[in-house]
């Protein structure tokens, strides 16, 4: 098979819009969970007040991290690819840790018995942030000066230079030596649906 082309068998699925998503799964008693997320870029959370969510009709639950703490054995998420060469641990917390570090991460989790319940019951909760300087990009992170991204290690990560046979060479003899800069996004997965996952 090596080298030979393999024939599609998702196609008619997808053709026909007979695609099972995370979305179109349905199962008896199934709860539903919605994230609280930051709205801003850098901030310590001096509180989170949950009474007013868990009180919400259809509500089952609302955690936080410290809710979490006596269940887990770790509290950051596990990092895909690890290097030696890191100076610090950046993994995700499950849920913010005190700090959020940019828009968009979560805070708490509510569990409810319905999508929409979920959705309307995380306005509810009430979280007290203390607004840090924050920076964006990360050239401007590395600049003299620059706000830190987390407020208990520096920006720059790790740093390592990596080159292909003998590049000096290359450079003294070319005919043309051009220089430019790029800026990459960091996307590297782009399906039709985002990650989603159903538990029994």
């Not at 179109?24 to 310590?44: K, N």
């Not at 509290?75 to 849920?95: G, I, K």
């Not at 913010?96 to 409810?112: K, L, Q, T, Y």
Request: aromatic content about 8%; glycine content about 6%.
């Amino acid at each position: 098979m090596i080298g030979e082309r393999l024939k599609r068998i998702e196609d008619p699925a997808l053709l026909r819009g007979n695609a099972v998503f995370v979305d179109d799964i349905h199962l008896v008693g199934m709860l539903h969970a919605a994230f609280v997320r930051s709205p801003h870029p850098h901030a310590l959370i001096k509180g989170i007040n949950t009474t007013a969510a868990k009180s919400y009709s259809g509500v089952i639950e609302v955690y936080t991290l410290q809710d979490f703490r006596p269940y887990i054995e770790k509290e950051r998420l596990p990092l895909q690819f690890p290097s030696q060469a890191f100076r610090a641990d950046v993994t995700p917390w499950l849920l913010a840790n005190e700090e959020v570090s940019h828009v968009g991460e979560a805070v708490a989790m509510v569990i409810a018995e319905s999508r929409y319940i979920a959705e309307d019951a995380i306005a509810l909760v009430d979280v007290d942030y203390e607004l840090l300087t924050s920076v964006s990009g990360s050239s401007a992170a590395m600049a003299d000066g620059a706000p830190r991204v987390h407020r208990d290690h520096e920006n720059v990560l790790c740093s390592f230079e990596q080159s292909y046979g003998d590049t000096k060479a290359a450079f003294e003899n070319a005919s043309y030596v051009f220089k430019e800069s790029f800026v990459q996004h960091r996307g590297a997965a782009h399906p039709i649906e985002g990650r989603g996952a159903v538990a029994r």
